[in-house]
């Protein structure tokens, strides 16, 4: 004689729940993605063995734009509750002369509205003090729960503030953003 296992009274009602809830889960899409953008490269220039320190040499502005709707009709979302950033990172191109980013000494990285009359204030979004040695890439540390979505909906503007010393070679680097976008 055969002998089946027995079910447990209550287990097809729990397999029909848990098959329900996995329906339901991917039938309302996506509930978050990631996606990178990187700047244009920034250039300093070498200044041999200048004691002069960063000053003018660092850019006010780093030039990175993010296009929100291209990249939630690419994750096929549609629209973005809130946007954040979760990574931030200098890398040296490698056609850089300085060979590691020892000439900056802390840096700063704010986020402002570009419109004019803006209510958005001026926030700081990441920053790194100091800045690792003897190295070509580094991440900031990122400022917790600051939604970027109205600022870009705005047209974002990122700021940077910098010290340390004028590089000894030119300096070729991009500025490398990870963005986490919560879909609605």
């Not at 004691?51 to 690419?74: K, Y």
């Not at 700021?159 to 919560?182: H, L, N, Q, Y």
Request: with cysteine; proline share 6%; net charge negative.
């Amino acid at each position: 004689m055969m002998s089946f296992p027995r079910l447990l009274p209550g287990r097809p009602l729990l397999i029909g729940a848990l098959a329900l809830l996995l329906l339901g889960l991917t039938a309302c899409g996506i509930v978050a993605f990631t996606f990178t953008e990187e700047s244009d490269v920034i250039e300093i220039q070498g200044r041999g063995d200048s004691l002069l320190g960063l000053g003018n040499l660092f850019p006010t502005r780093i030039p990175l734009s993010v296009n929100l709707q291209q990249e939630l009709q690419a994750q096929d979302a549609d629209g973005a509750q809130a946007v954040y950033l979760t990574d931030l990172t200098f890398a040296l191109e490698n056609d850089s002369e300085e060979p590691n980013f020892d000439f900056i000494d802390e840096v700063t990285i704010t986020i402002e509205s570009a419109r004019s009359g803006s209510d958005l204030p001026s926030v700081e979004l990441a920053r790194r003090a100091p800045a690792p040695e003897d190295t070509a890439r580094f991440a900031l540390e990122i400022a917790e729960g600051v939604n970027l979505k109205p600022y870009i909906e705005e047209g974002m503007r990122l700021s940077s503030d910098a010290s340390g010393s004028a590089p000894s070679a030119t300096a070729r680097f991009r500025v490398i953003a990870e963005f986490r976008v919560e879909v609605l």
